[in-house]
């Protein structure tokens, strides 16, 4: 006799196959997650990242968006505050008067254009340490608000969500119709068997 019929003692003391090891969705939004899935997800999301950075596309990606990151946020940082503040400072002091803010502006440049050369390159040292101040000032607050947003990271993030739903859902299909799984599975392998069909066994395959 064939060690494999199509009979349903054999469907009844047949096994499907496991659930993969992703985020469950059967399990409650308090219930902490398994550590082994856990460290399914960061392994996968490890072995994705790796896969990536040796991309040439998404390598120059990222060195492209560094570049804009860093320029973007260098000219906001020297280019705007020290001047604003560079104006907005003497306004608040002349009392948002323009006409006095016109006559002290005019009166410091007679000074300055008026003054030694030693006491000219001493305030263009001062301006110059007070712009580098103020925008190195700002542009570390500016990193620390808005830190740089990786592309790798970006592509592993939509990987992972892809990846999760996946075999969620499959998780989902197995452990909802456990029976329909291993009769397909078991149908399957007696198609492909070379085991000769009786006309019960024939009738019971879908």
Not at 148 to 160: G, H, I, K, L, N
Not at 163 to 169: G, K
Not at 177 to 204: D, H, R
């Amino acid at each position: 006799m064939s060690p494999i019929e199509n009979t349903s003692g054999n469907l009844a003391d047949s096994q499907g196959p496991k659930p993969s090891p992703a985020l469950s969705t059967r399990q409650a939004p308090g219930d902490p997650v398994p550590a082994r899935e856990v460290a399914a997800y960061w392994d996968e999301r490890r072995r994705y990242l790796k896969s990536i950075r040796k991309t040439p596309a998404v390598r120059h990606h990222y060195w492209r968006a560094m570049a804009v990151y860093l320029l973007r946020h260098a000219v906001w940082s020297f280019g705007f505050f020290p001047v604003f503040f560079a104006f907005w400072i003497p306004l608040v002091l002349a009392q948002f008067n323009p006409v006095v803010l016109a006559n002290d502006a005019i009166a410091l440049l007679q000074d300055f254009s008026g003054g030694n050369p030693e006491l000219q390159a001493n305030t263009l040292s001062t301006l110059l340490i007070a712009w580098a101040s103020v925008g190195g000032f700002f542009l570390i607050f500016d990193f620390v608000l808005s830190p740089f947003r990786s592309p790798y990271e970006y592509e592993a993030d939509v990987y992972m969500h892809a990846w999760e739903h996946q075999y969620s859902t499959t998780d989902a299909f197995l452990s909802t119709s456990p029976t329909t799984s291993s009769s397909t599975l078991f149908s399957s392998t007696g198609s492909n068997s070379s085991l000769s069909k009786t006309p019960s066994n024939t009738a019971e395959v879908p």
